[in-house]
Structures are given as C-alpha cells and as structure tokens.
C-alpha cells in the first residue's frame, strides 16, 4: 500500500506530484502515478508537438514547480540558457524551454520511479483505504487517490465528420492518436476550426501545402491575450466567484470566463500574411452538410460549396467530464455528489470528493474556477491538495 496515488499523468497530476514531494507531504516510493502513456506529459507534448506550436500561450510564472520564478532561474542557468527564448511582453516561454524545465523537475524528484503504464478500470473502497484496479488485473491500494484526468482522450467531432468517416473519406481529427498527412502532398486539405489549435494547424499545413489548405471558421477570429482574463488567477474575480453558492451559476460563469476558440494577436498577424501571400485560404462559414463520393468530399456551407480531398478537424475536447467512464460505480456505491452538469461537488479548502478521494484540473473546476484545466489551475489545485 502507498500513501498516494495520482490516476493521470499530465500537467495536472505531475504539478501535484512535483508539490507533494517537495511540500515532504510523501516520498517518491510512497507515490505511484497511473498512466496510459509511457512517460509523462506524453499527451501534452505529443499535441504540442502535432500543432507545431512554438510558445506557450501563458507567461514563464506558469509552470509545473513550486518556485513562481523556476521557470526562468533555469533559463538562466547553464543547461537552460542554450535553449531561453521568450516572446512578448508577458514572457511566454518557448516550447522547447518549458518542455525541458519539466524533465528537469521530474528528473530533481525521480518521477520515473513512481510512474505506472496502465489504465484505470474500477475505483473500489476498502475500509480506510482505496482500491485502484487496472485492466491488465494489476491492482494498488492507496491511502489517498487524486484523479488527475484530462479531456484529450475525447477529441469532440462533429456527427458529420463521423458519417464522412463510416463512408471511407479522410477526415481525421488533429488529436488523434494516428494522424497521417504527409503522405498525401498532392491533396487539397480543409481544416476546420477557428480557435489557437486550428491556427497553429493551418500555418503548419499552409508551408508544407501552399496553396492547398483552406481554415474554415465559424465564426471571425477572437482576439484575447489569453484563454481566460487574469483576474480569474486572483481576488479579483475569484471573490465573487467563490460567494456563488449555486453551481448551476458557477457553471455559467466558467463558460463565460473562457475565450473559447479564441487567439492571441500574433497569431492573427500570421495566419492572415499566409492569406495575404497566396498560402492559405480563410473562410468565414459554417458548414451545413457534407457528401463523400468517389474520392472526394462535397462540403456544403450557408454562403458556399467546398470540394476537398482531406479534412482535419481541430474542433475541441467533449466536454463531458473526463473518467467517468469507470468512475459511475464508485459515484453510485459512495454516494458522490454531482452537479448538474455532472462534475463533482467538492470540498472549496482541498477538492476532497470524499474521504480521501481528491480531484484536480477539470474535475476541480467548480471549485477552482475557470483556471482550473491549465497550467496556472494545476498549481492553484496542487496547493489546495497538499494545504491539507
């Protein structure tokens, strides 16, 4: 038996690991971290490193240690120094530099050593203590459990898109786990999508297919700095949040809180030069219906038609909350309360579901608020964790 175990091994789950080991609330072999993946932040950086994204959208004092200025102490030093680079006013680290700062804290508390390729299948209570079962049969007994699950196995696709796959067209979602482009240079593309993902996907595909991709959006690009407004990171917001007893509100206001789809204004800058320089054509328009025949795919639009020969759709994560495929039993044998959105209602001082039983990142956002998914929401979750 350990003393923790943390299901989900990506920003969310190894910020709480990196807090808890140096907060000494445990130790490494009293630790274990239950993943898919081979490594951690696997997800992250494969998604990254799909949509070529070159900076991190959130400012350097956003990172995974305990320290607000880690971040760019490595940056200064001798093995972070070759690699420093940042862009604009609020310091947003290259990918590149972040990424290394990561396996630098993994390496400092010897993550590896707590790391367990698997996946969750039943969550069980026995006396004082929980019962992690995996589907290979493997089984831990813990004393605390965070679940620390993300959204991304859940790309959302659009009930078009999957009839266009049943009839054999290319349409793939840039999130997928096989995802292969490359070999079909010759091939007009279609992404769809209008917020940071999309972007970055079309000016990653518009220099390797100039002339032959097309971004259709919705809706004309939204420009904010961030994904949320900084006073959510605050008192600002977060006081009047935190005085909202009806969660049905609080909901209301984490979806309104979100830039969803949005971007920030260099990115706007770059795609439209892509436009401007015969690279890449932008379509404002929603798509209405879509045809598969003989190779090709007829996209039907309120204002035009599209003929192409691929589509990539960078439409998202489901919203649903993450786990609870898995999770329903123990919801219904524990009697875990839910709002009506069905994420957990959880304790405001330390996201305690019950008894033991903690959650972060987007299980915890009724609690932490509209933060709550990305890297400033780790943190802010991970202190509240091992505050205890």
Not at 104 to 124: A, D
Request: proline share 5%.
């Amino acid at each position: 038996m350990v003393e923790w175990t943390i299901i989900g091994g990506g920003i969310q789950g190894c910020t709480l690991a990196n807090y808890l080991i140096k907060t000494n609330r445990t130790t490494i072999s009293n630790l274990v971290i239950i993943d898919p993946n081979p490594e951690p932040l696997f997800t992250w950086k494969k998604c990254t490193k799909t949509i070529e994204m070159p900076f991190l959208r959130s400012p350097s004092i956003h990172h995974l240690d305990l320290d607000p200025f880690s971040l760019e102490k490595f940056a200064k030093s001798e093995e972070g120094n070759r690699l420093t680079q940042f862009y604009g006013r609020y310091d947003r680290p290259s990918l590149v530099l972040f990424n290394k700062h990561c396996d630098v804290l993994f390496n400092e508390i010897q993550l590896e050593k707590s790391w367990n390729q698997g996946r969750v299948e039943q969550l069980v209570k026995v006396k004082q203590n929980w019962l992690i079962k995996l589907s290979d049969g493997r089984e831990f007994e813990s004393k605390n459990v965070v679940l620390a699950m993300g959204v991304s196995e859940n790309p959302n696709w659009p009930e078009w898109a999957n009839q266009l796959v049943n009839e054999g067209a290319n349409v793939h979602h840039i999130y997928d786990n096989a995802v292969n482009t490359d070999n079909n240079s010759m091939d007009n593309m279609v992404i769809l999508g209008g917020g940071i993902s999309a972007v970055h996907t079309a000016l990653k595909w518009s220099k390797r297919r100039p002339g032959k991709v097309r971004l259709v959006t919705r809706h004309p690009f939204r420009l904010h700095q961030f994904d949320s407004d900084p006073g959510w990171l605050g008192p600002k917001k977060m006081n009047s949040f935190r005085k909202v007893t009806c969660l049905n509100k609080r909901r209301h206001l984490i979806i309104n809180a979100r830039h969803k789809g949005s971007i920030p204004q260099e990115l706007k800058a770059k795609v439209l030069k892509e436009e401007k320089d015969g690279r890449l054509e932008i379509i404002v328009d929603e798509i209405s219906n879509a045809t598969y025949s003989n190779g090709e795919i007829n996209l039907k639009l309120k204002n035009t038609k599209i003929v192409t020969n691929q589509i990539l759709l960078a439409t998202g994560f489901n919203p649903a909350p993450p786990g609870f495929n898995w999770l329903t039993s123990i919801i219904k044998s524990e009697g875990l309360l839910c709002a009506a959105c069905g994420y957990p209602i959880v304790s405001e001082k330390t996201l305690e579901w019950k008894d033991k039983l903690f959650v972060i990142g987007a299980l915890a956002e009724l609690a932490v608020g509209p933060v709550s998914r990305n890297i400033s929401g780790a943190r802010r979750g991970a202190e509240r964790i091992v505050q205890l």
